[in-house]
């Protein structure tokens, strides 16, 4: 018998499959306003790129700005009161990817913050485990940096994952490469996967990379293989993780906006 490849699919948590409303910007704007004296909009901070980009603009001390958060944003509050909740496909999304798939969340939400959304709203019972952010020698390592990617293959390998070489795949029988999914809803999670592409390439790794952009706001021209938007976009992302042809090589993004709300066959 052939040893068959392995789906690892890096999936991101908040704003992706957790649906966290305006708390967290309401948190952030008290923040601004408490600690620094500064009156920054809802709509200023939903739309903000990266982690850093209004601290930036508003000449912010970024370690001094994520402790005071931390104090206003309670998660296991906002989740009883229904303030955060999955979106409604996330959880048919979950079940449909973890019966091919070794599922890691990767996240930059710190532990704290990631663990009562994971376990309270029902998502522990399909993931292999999760990656949050690490904590480097001199600075905290969030996405798109490859050690969060390599934190997560090691929860994978934990699990049976045995990254391949290329020139390993004849004499070990192998059918095909490994799949790896990268599924996010911003920035960062597309330039994760693109960072996790070259590592495996530089690597000789038997894996083949493909991002699925989430796109529930903000741009339409981050670098992404996939974009699923519309209704129930994570759907339409399990139809394309479990339908993909492995060897196929996108010359350009593919905008996919998929409608049905039909359960997903094995």
Same mark, same amino acid.
């Given at each position: 018998?052939?040893?068959?490849?392995?789906?690892?699919v890096?999936?991101?948590?908040?704003?992706?499959?957790?649906?966290?409303? %305006?708390?967290?910007?309401?948190?952030?704007?008290?923040?601004?306003? !408490?600690?620094?004296?500064?009156?920054?909009?809802?709509?200023?901070?939903?739309?903000?790129?990266?982690?850093?980009?209004?601290?930036?603009?508003?000449?912010?001390?970024?370690?001094?700005?994520?402790?005071?958060?931390?104090?206003?944003d309670?998660?296991?509050?906002?989740? &009883?009161?229904?303030? #955060?909740?999955?979106?409604?496909?996330?959880?048919?999304?979950?079940?449909?990817?973890?019966?091919?798939?070794?599922?890691?969340?990767? %996240?930059?939400?710190?532990?704290?913050?990631?663990?009562?959304?994971?376990?309270?709203?029902?998502?522990?019972?399909?993931?292999?485990?999760?990656?949050a952010?690490?904590?480097?020698?001199?600075?905290?390592?969030?996405?798109?940096?490859?050690?969060? &990617?390599?934190?997560?293959?090691?929860?994978?390998? !934990?699990?049976?994952?045995?990254?391949?070489?290329?020139?390993?795949?004849?004499?070990?029988?192998?059918?095909?490469?490994?799949?790896?999914?990268v599924?996010?809803?911003?920035?960062?999670?597309?330039?994760?996967?693109?960072?996790?592409? /070259?590592?495996?390439?530089?690597?000789?790794?038997?894996?083949?990379?493909r991002?699925?952009?989430?796109?529930?706001?903000?741009?339409?021209?981050?670098?992404?293989?996939?974009?699923?938007?519309?209704?129930?976009?994570?759907?339409?992302?399990?139809? #394309?993780?479990r339908?993909?042809?492995?060897?196929?090589?996108?010359?350009?993004?593919?905008?996919?906006?998929?409608?049905?709300?039909?359960?997903? /066959?094995?």
């Open positions: 018998m052939k040893m068959r490849h392995r789906t690892i890096l999936t991101d948590l908040d704003d992706t499959l957790v649906d966290r409303g %305006t708390s967290a910007w309401e948190a952030m704007k008290k923040t601004f306003a !408490e600690r620094f004296k500064v009156d920054v909009s809802i709509d200023e901070i939903a739309n903000a790129i990266g982690h850093d980009t209004l601290t930036k603009k508003y000449n912010c001390d970024w370690l001094t700005f994520w402790s005071a958060f931390d104090t206003y309670n998660r296991e509050e906002a989740i &009883a009161s229904g303030k #955060i909740k999955l979106y409604p496909d996330a959880l048919q999304f979950m079940k449909s990817i973890s019966e091919i798939a070794d599922i890691v969340v990767t %996240t930059d939400t710190p532990p704290p913050k990631a663990f009562p959304e994971i376990m309270n709203l029902g998502l522990a019972r399909y993931i292999s485990g999760t990656a952010y690490t904590l480097g020698h001199k600075s905290l390592k969030f996405k798109p940096d490859i050690s969060v &990617a390599l934190r997560a293959f090691r929860v994978a390998c !934990e699990k049976g994952y045995k990254p391949e070489r290329t020139e390993n795949r004849r004499s070990s029988s192998r059918t095909e490469p490994d799949k790896i999914w599924v996010g809803d911003g920035i960062n999670d597309m330039e994760f996967a693109e960072n996790i592409k /070259q590592y495996v390439a530089e690597n000789g790794f038997d894996a083949v990379v991002s699925i952009y989430i796109h529930r706001r903000g741009p339409t021209d981050i670098k992404h293989d996939y974009r699923t938007f519309g209704p129930n976009p994570l759907l339409t992302a399990a139809k #394309i993780i339908s993909n042809n492995p060897h196929y090589e996108p010359k350009a993004p593919i905008e996919v906006c998929w409608s049905e709300t039909a359960i997903i /066959q094995g």
